[in-house]
């Protein structure tokens, strides 16, 4: 069984910082893309930044510059940095995992259970 978990969220000011963290553990032969996605209240979910295994990367438009994403595939970790952080930066952050448990296995997609983020004075 597959799991992934967040950690790092909270409450910061505008124009702090956090660093997300997900890591997977489980039954996993390779872990190809992962993502970090994020869903404000009354707002449908929308990607924020993707990382392949390779270490290629896209961002919305609304967090370039400012987020950057990164992944330890000994650790099977992908990370957020969150800088310049704005009020409408608040949302659920949900990381996302296209993942392999065995060589000729299908590649499933794992998700996080989520963590908080609320950026307030």
């Known amino acids: 069984q597959v799991q992934l978990v967040e950690s790092g969220g909270g409450l910061v000011q505008p124009g702090g910082s956090l660093r997300l963290s997900c890591a997977a553990s489980?039954?996993?032969?390779?872990?190809?893309?992962m993502t970090w996605y994020r869903q404000a209240p009354g707002k449908e979910r929308e990607l924020v930044a993707a990382i392949t295994r390779g270490g290629s990367t896209n961002y919305a438009d609304a967090v370039k510059g400012r987020f950057t994403i990164s992944r330890d595939n000994g650790k099977n970790t992908v990370y957020l940095q969150m800088n310049s952080l704005k009020p409408e930066d608040t949302a659920v952050y949900s990381c996302?995992?296209?993942?392999?448990?065995?060589?000729?296995?299908?590649?499933?997609?794992?998700w996080g259970q989520g963590t908080q983020v609320t950026v307030s004075s």
């Open positions: 996302n995992a296209l993942i392999q448990e065995t060589t000729w296995g299908p590649q499933r997609s794992y």
């Open positions: 489980g039954n996993i032969y390779i872990i190809n893309t």
